[in-house]
């Protein structure tokens, strides 16, 4: 086990009015998994990664770890919807910030960065600044730092949100392969059902606010993993019932009466 949420609840004060993003939270995750956390936009997802990241606290309820914390180590790094890297670095130089709180020289954390840049066949781009790049491309950077930065846990907060849906498709499939040849520990939220199911050993879905998790579900597909997949019947099957399962919080939000 990798660590444990028990009944972890957050709320938040603001204008005077407090507002319960998360209520009785519990789940554990296991070494090397690969969990995603579906539900409708502000029901908590994003409050969630950040208390596992240790950003924020929780009202009540706790996380315990199970994984040593050793110096310089990190324990988790987060991967945001955009926006993740510094717009003054080069990309080989933003990638090499993983490394920056792990005790290393810059030039040995150039190295092994451009190493890791070669390898996913971005060499023609390692001295270029974000703004050159495609929104994809950053998104590949930002994803590539957070390998990089080798933790224990990686937090990946819907990385492709912003994306075009024919961009989503291959960067997920580069996810899967990145994936496959470092085997993190992944926690990765999306509103996105379908990406949720090619991409996770076991969802979590969560209920509209308060976020709570109402069902957790394994996803029987073998690895590794394509975009053919999509088209698997099993796949179709899932996607409804998690969507009957939403539908209603979707339509109760906007108001739409069923
Ligand atoms: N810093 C904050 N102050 C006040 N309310 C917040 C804050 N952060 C999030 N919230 C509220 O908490 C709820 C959950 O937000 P969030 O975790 O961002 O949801 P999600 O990522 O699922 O869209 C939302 O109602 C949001 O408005
Ligand atoms: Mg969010």
Not at 123 to 140: I, K, N, V
């Amino acid at each position: 086990m990798v660590f444990e949420c028990i009944e972890l609840s957050k709320s938040y004060v603001s204008r005077g009015a407090e507002v319960t993003a998360l209520q009785s939270v519990d789940f554990t995750v296991r070494e090397q998994e690969f969990v995603c956390i579906v539900g409708p936009s502000g029901c908590g997802k994003t409050t969630l990664l950040k208390i596992i990241a240790g950003l924020i606290e929780p009202t009540s309820g706790k996380i315990v770890f199970s994984i040593p914390q050793s110096n310089g180590h990190l324990r988790s790094a987060m991967v945001f919807q955009e926006q993740g890297l510094f717009p003054w670095m080069s990309v080989q130089d933003n990638v090499a910030f993983g490394l920056e709180t792990q005790g290393i020289s810059l030039a040995e954390r150039r190295e092994l960065a451009s190493d890791f840049i070669v390898k996913v066949g971005l060499a023609g781009f390692m001295h270029s600044f974000p703004h050159e790049l495609s929104g994809g491309m950053r998104q590949r950077v930002a994803i590539l730092r957070a390998f990089l930065a080798n933790p224990h846990i990686l937090l990946m907060d819907e990385p492709f949100g912003a994306l075009d849906s024919q961009t989503r498709l291959v960067m997920q499939e580069e996810l899967l392969r990145i994936w496959r040849d470092h085997r993190k520990t992944v926690i990765y939220v999306t509103h996105d059902i379908e990406e949720a199911i090619l991409l996770g050993d076991r969802l979590l879905v969560m209920s509209g606010r308060p976020g709570r998790i109402r069902q957790e579900i394994n996803i029987p597909l073998e690895r590794p993993r394509h975009l053919a997949n999509r088209d698997h019947p099993e796949v179709a099957e899932i996607r409804w019932h998690i969507w009957k399962m939403l539908e209603d919080e979707v339509r109760k939000d906007l108001s739409i009466l069923s």
